[in-house]
Nanobody
Framework: QLQLVESGGGLVQPGGSLRLSCAAS????????IGWFRQAPGKEREGVSCISRYGGRTNYADSAKGRFTISRDNAKNTVYLQMNSLKPEDTAVYYC?????????????????WGQGTQVTVSS
C-alpha cells in the first residue's frame, strides 16, 4: 500500500530550524514528483516547495525562498524540507504529497497521494 509519512515537526523558537522528512513506503519514490504543503488553522492548504523526480528542479513559494531547502534521497526513499530562520507565521501542519504524472507543482490539487501531516509550531 502506497504510504507517505512525515516526521520532524515540533515546537521551535523564532529564528530556529527544523528538518522535515517524508518517507515513502509501498512504492519507489524515484518516479514521483514531491511537494511540501502546509495548512494553518482557518486557512487553505498552500504549496511551500516542490522537487522533480530526480531532484534536478526545485521550486519555492515566495514565503519559503531563501529560508527553506527541499532535497531528496531516492536511495532512502525520502524527501526532506530543511527550514531555517523560522517565523511564527510558519506555524502550520506540514504535509508532503506525491504525484506520478506531470511536473512538480505547488498546487495541492495536482497531487494524488498525501501523508498525514506533521505539526510545526514557531513560538517563543
Amino acid at each position: 500500500q502506497l504510504q507517505l509519512v512525515e516526521s520532524g515537526g515540533g515546537l521551535v523558537q523564532p529564528g530556529g530550524s527544523l528538518r522535515l522528512s517524508c518517507a515513502a513506503s509501498g512504492f519507489t519514490l524515484d518516479y514521483y514528483a514531491i511537494g511540501w504543503f502546509r495548512q494553518a488553522p482557518g486557512k487553505e492548504r498552500e504549496g511551500v516547495s516542490c522537487i522533480s523526480r530526480y531532484g534536478g528542479r526545485t521550486n519555492y513559494a515566495d514565503s519559503a525562498k531563501g529560508r527553506f531547502t527541499i532535497s531528496r534521497d531516492n536511495a532512502k526513499n525520502t524527501v526532506y524540507l530543511q527550514m531555517n530562520s523560522l517565523k511564527p507565521e510558519d506555524t502550520a501542519v506540514y504535509y508532503c504529497a506525491a504525484r506520478s504524472y506531470g511536473l512538480e507543482s505547488l498546487h495541492p490539487h495536482e497531487y494524488g497521494y498525501w501523508g498525514q501531516g506533521t505539526q510545526v509550531t514557531v513560538s517563543s
